[in-house]
């Protein structure tokens, strides 16, 4: 882990990522304030509406006219009902939705900043804020199409800093439950971090599993108890959009491929991508158990990499994690993809991509396998002493008070 600059060079640091964030909040209650939304609002309008009459936990079993299947855990319901009520009170439920969205990629850019000035120079860290703050694809799906990923990746990578450099396994714990609570899709990431606490011993483990296991209890046991089979059918099941838009199920359409196989992919055999990407998180965590932000950042980019359903609201999955692998691939993920989400949102249907977008998508997925593999590497390539001593310093938050000030004053004593 890197140290801190001079005193003024960790104040202009500091400065500049607060200007960003400013910024990143002025420019997306533009959005907020001056457009209806697009995409998810008047879905979300709908669901609230159906929350508010049936509640956020027999939601499950009744289906909502006009929309999708209900497939959001069980926090998301309670936002909603929350909604639901200040939408009847007079503030507009365009607003409402986007508005947390919008909060959590500020506090994204601020645990960016976090995670990478521990970890590379200061430049580098205020850049990838920057990055996080300013990201068009950040921008468009959270303050215009309306959507809670951003707020599930926001919980995802403070559980894995929290955990990781914070360390304080009870509080990550409580923040990896709040994550999949949120949106289902963070849930790749847990066995990540159960892997890091692992690796710190015993207590470390007992401590992140009961602030998880707690907080998963609160949130999600009064539906399993009352509804179960409408909840794992509608979320856990939940296979995602079946549209061809992007990636693997894009190519294998423009390939020609099977429509058996297609299907396939989409259906059943999605689990296997699923469990690719825990696989390799794992592996990546056991490896290089220090860098827990940036291998969960990893996983849920190689989550959205092989995911074979499409949706422009998925593309936030991998802006801000990327950013905490590294500079590079933080800033072409968000560019490029960036641009594949403008034409999206400037066709004249989200669910029928124009030729543009279509190539513009291919080329971002393109960028995004490169960015992974850069990323990878850099984990890989890195000299491991510095697990070790992670693994020494998260070790000893599970050991009693009296030992830890035994070690302090025998280390002030050499």
Not at 289 to 315: C, F, K, N
Request: proline share 6%.
């Amino acid at each position: 882990m890197r140290e801190w600059p001079d005193s003024t060079a960790a104040r202009r640091a500091r400065a500049v990522v607060a200007v960003a964030v400013v910024a990143c909040l002025v420019i997306r209650m533009f959005f907020i304030l001056a457009t209806p939304g697009r995409g998810d609002v008047p879905i979300f309008h709908r669901f609230a509406r159906a929350i508010g009459e049936f509640g956020p936990i027999y939601i499950y079993e009744h289906p909502v006219s006009g929309n999708p299947v209900y497939n959001h855990p069980p926090l998301a319901g309670w936002m909603l009902l929350g909604m639901n009520e200040l939408d009847g009170m007079g503030i507009p439920f365009s607003v409402l939705l986007r508005l947390p969205a919008s909060l959590a990629d500020a506090v994204s850019a601020v645990l960016v900043f976090e995670i990478v000035r521990r970890r590379a120079r200061i430049r580098t860290a205020v850049v990838c804020a920057c990055t996080v703050a300013l990201s068009p694809v950040l921008v468009s799906v959270s303050a215009y199409h309306g959507n809670t990923d951003s707020i599930a990746v926001m919980f995802a990578l403070a559980a894995a800093h929290v955990l990781a450099d914070r360390k304080r396994p009870v509080a990550a714990g409580l923040i990896a439950a709040l994550s999949v609570s949120i949106k289902f899709i963070p849930i790749v990431t847990i066995p990540v971090l159960l892997v890091v606490a692992a690796r710190a011993g015993r207590p470390v483990l007992i401590r992140f599993c009961a602030g998880l296991t707690g907080a998963m209890a609160l949130i999600w046991g009064p539906v399993l108890l009352t509804v179960p089979e409408a909840l794992k059918h509608n979320v856990v099941d939940y296979a995602g959009s079946r549209y061809r838009l992007w990636g693997l199920v894009r190519f294998a359409d423009w390939l020609g491929a099977p429509e058996s196989a297609i299907a396939f992919a989409m259906g059943p055999g999605h689990l296997l991508f699923v469990l690719v990407c825990v696989a390799v998180g794992v592996w990546l965590a056991w490896r290089r158990p220090s860098e827990a932000p940036a291998v969960v950042g990893l996983t849920l980019a190689l989550l959205l990499l092989l995911s074979t359903a499409s949706g422009v609201q998925y593309l936030a999955w991998a802006a801000a994690g990327l950013c905490a692998v590294g500079l590079w691939e933080g800033l072409a993920y968000n560019a490029v993809v960036g641009v594949a989400a403008y034409l999206a949102y400037s066709g004249p249907n989200l669910v029928i991509w124009t030729k543009e977008a279509l190539l513009a998508g291919a080329l971002g997925w393109a960028v995004l396998a490169m960015a992974i593999a850069s990323g990878m590497h850099k984990l890989l390539a890195a000299p491991r002493t510095v697990d070790a001593d992670h693994l020494r310093a998260l070790s000893k938050v599970a050991t009693p008070r009296s030992e830890r000030a035994a070690d302090l004053f025998e280390n002030s004593a050499k």
